[in-house]
């Protein structure tokens, strides 16, 4: 059965730290694995990976795929309270009955970012 | 552009009521996903539509749940009976035709409570 698994499931560091999150998966042929972020409303786009090894980065968050071993890490540096919110990571791997990709999330993780 | 819209944003119902809920994706988004998120889980896939056609409706529970995309564009979802356990927020998203490539945009939702 596909699956995707966060950890950890929540987290609380204070303004400044460095916060790495985790995404392992497995899925029916994988095609790419994607990263939001969810405040109060709408799962937000950070990023969509599927190359192993190659870092993707965006101001103070970066992550990177490794698709031999099945996992994502999600690095926040310099962490702010701005920074709190759910991250979800989501894995899209083939549909049997259909050209397009089936999406699938994981539980998410909770950071909590005190000033 | 503008992005997926959903109504109403909250809605709260007594069990074995029906509720419904509209979603406008992202104009030339041919892939609408209606997910269902449970507090403290990640999103779980309701049905995904790719224009007017269904791709997936696999975790719909089919007797109280249904769906529909008229004319490939906007999509209602619709829940008869409610249950307590389908309180939750119901997420549509939208993406261009190949979700391998495209990440999907969310809209913010409409929670639901059934009491």
């Known amino acids: 059965e596909d699956k995707v698994v966060q950890s950890p499931l929540s987290l609380v560091v204070h303004e400044g730290d460095t916060v790495t999150l985790n995404c392992s998966y497995e899925?029916?042929?994988?095609?790419?694995l994607l990263w939001y972020k969810q405040e109060k409303k709408a799962p937000t786009f950070l990023f969509m990976l599927t190359s192993s090894g190659i870092e993707k980065k965006s101001g103070r968050l970066s992550s990177i795929l490794d698709k031999k071993e099945l996992f994502s890490i999600l690095n926040i540096t310099a962490t702010q309270t701005g920074d709190s919110a759910v991250y979800l990571c989501?894995?899209?791997?083939?549909?049997?009955?259909?050209?397009?990709?089936?999406?699938?999330f994981g539980q998410g993780t909770t950071l909590q970012v005190k000033p | 552009e503008a992005g997926v819209a959903q109504s109403p944003r909250y809605k709260i119902i007594e069990k074995r009521q029906s509720v419904a809920f509209w979603c406008n994706p992202i104009?030339?988004?041919?892939?609408l996903y209606w997910y269902q998120q449970i507090l403290g889980q990640g999103p779980k896939l309701l049905i995904q539509f790719q224009n007017n056609g269904v791709v997936d409706d696999s975790q719909l529970p089919k007797d109280r749940f249904s769906a529909e995309r008229l004319k490939g564009v906007d999509s209602t979802l619709k829940i008869q009976p409610a249950k307590l356990e389908d309180s939750a927020v119901y997420l549509c998203a939208s993406s261009l035709l190949h979700s391998y490539n495209s990440p999907l945009h969310f809209g913010n939702g409409t929670r639901l409570t059934v009491t």
């Open positions: 989501a894995v899209v791997g083939d549909m049997r009955s259909s050209n397009t990709g089936k999406l699938i």
């Open positions: 899925v029916t042929n994988f095609r790419s």
């Open positions: 104009s030339g988004h041919a892939t």
